[in-house]
C-alpha cells in the first residue's frame, strides 16, 4: 500500500516563501516519477512541478522560476520550494507518485497567500 503525506502548508504573505514536503511509504522510491499538482476553489487540480526518477524537472509556466521541485530518494522525500508566492497560487497542494501506471495521491495541504 502505498501512502504520501503531505506537510508545510500554511498562511503566507504575498513575495513570501514555503517548502512543501511530501514522504513517500513505497519501495523503490526513487525508481518513480513524482509530481506536485494543485487545486483552486472552482477549478481543476492542475500539475504544479514534477521530477522524473532521474530528477528532470517540469513546471507550469504559471510558477517556472518561482518554484523548485526536488526529491531525496534516500529519505523517499519530494520538495516544493515555492517562492514569490502570490495570491493566485493559493490552493490544495497534493503529492502525486505513479508506481506501475497507477496514480497515488496525498491528502492535500492547503497554501493561503493573502495579506
Known amino acids: 500500500q502505498v501512502q504520501l503525506v503531505e506537510s508545510g502548508g500554511g498562511l503566507v504573505r504575498p513575495g513570501g516563501s514555503l517548502r512543501l514536503s511530501c514522504a513517500a511509504s513505497?519501495?523503490?522510491?526513487?525508481?518513480?516519477?513524482v509530481g506536485w499538482y494543485r487545486q483552486a476553489p472552482g477549478k481543476q487540480r492542475e500539475l504544479v512541478a514534477a521530477?522524473?526518477?532521474?530528477?528532470?524537472?517540469n513546471y507550469a509556466d504559471s510558477v517556472k522560476g518561482r518554484f523548485t521541485i526536488s526529491r531525496d530518494n534516500a529519505k523517499n522525500t519530494v520538495y516544493l520550494q515555492m517562492n514569490t508566492l502570490k495570491p493566485e497560487d493559493t490552493a490544495v497542494y497534493y503529492c502525486n507518485i505513479r508506481v506501475f501506471g497507477l496514480d497515488y495521491w496525498g491528502q492535500g495541504t492547503q497554501v493561503t497567500v493573502s495579506s
Open positions: 513505497v519501495n523503490m522510491f526513487s525508481i518513480y516519477a
Open positions: 521530477a522524473t526518477s532521474g530528477g528532470t524537472p
